[in-house]
């Protein structure tokens, strides 16, 4: 049998993160599909580039190649408009190094605080590479709200809401993430996918 599919239609995937908060997201998200998700530290170089997508899809292959498995990775980032899209594909570095306080002083005086997360989700079996994308709009706020989530959530507010991703169930973030909404259209390619390759 391709893949991890089992006699009750469950189907397992791996998960290359390293990232605890992340895999809790993708699963709860997965598990709607029917999909149950494996945690794997797969290690490995990261790419440089200004764009997501190809750090994804690199990552993607380079995990795959080490479970041997169909397997999942992805890359986010903050992109804060009145920093030109800073910290963008360099938010793990910013998030260790500058953190919420630093972005925060970067912004401080200005009023243009519009901002969006993007989520770019490589998937990769072998045969196939897929890459997926979602994004949410909204705002940076003035200070940092919230315990929930992780990475930049405290200071994130997604748009129609007056609360930030930190203040959040995982429930909530779920439903309008822009993870959400990359994984959404992976689990409904998957489906379309095994039908194909059954
Ligand atoms: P990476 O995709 O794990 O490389 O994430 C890059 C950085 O973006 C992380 O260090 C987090 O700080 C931040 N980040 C990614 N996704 C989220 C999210 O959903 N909420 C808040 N911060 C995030």
């Known amino acids: 049998m391709r893949g991890g599919g089992d006699m009750q239609g469950l189907y397992k995937i791996v998960f290359a993160t390293c990232n605890k908060k992340k895999f809790e997201e993708v699963k709860e998200i997965l598990q709607e599909y029917n999909i149950e998700l494996e945690r794997r530290d797969v290690k490995g170089l990261e790419i440089q580039s200004d764009e997501l997508a190809p750090i994804a899809l690199f990552s993607?292959?380079?995990a795959y190649n080490q479970v041997k498995r169909e397997v999942i990775v992805e890359?986010?980032?903050?992109?804060i408009k009145s920093l030109k899209g800073f910290p963008g594909t360099y938010s793990s570095f910013v998030y260790r190094t500058l953190g919420l306080k630093g972005i925060l002083k970067l912004m401080e005086g200005l009023e243009e605080?519009?901002?969006?997360?993007?989520?770019?989700?490589?998937?990769?079996?072998?045969?196939?590479?897929?890459?997926?994308?979602?994004?949410?709009?909204?705002?940076?706020?003035?200070s940092e709200r919230g315990d929930r989530g992780f990475g930049f959530d405290p200071i994130f507010i997604p748009e129609k809401l007056d609360k930030t991703f930190g203040e959040l169930s995982l429930e909530e973030k779920n439903k309008i993430s822009h993870r959400s909404r990359s994984v959404r259209q992976l689990a409904e390619w998957l489906k379309k996918y095994r039908q194909l390759t059954k």
């Not at 993007?118 to 997926?132: A, M």
């Open 113 to 142: 605080r519009s901002a969006y997360f993007l989520s770019s989700l490589g998937f990769c079996d072998g045969k196939e590479v897929k890459l997926f994308l979602g994004k949410v709009e909204g705002w940076v706020s003035y």
């Open 60 to 62: 993607a292959i380079q």
């Open 75 to 79: 890359d986010s980032g903050l992109f």
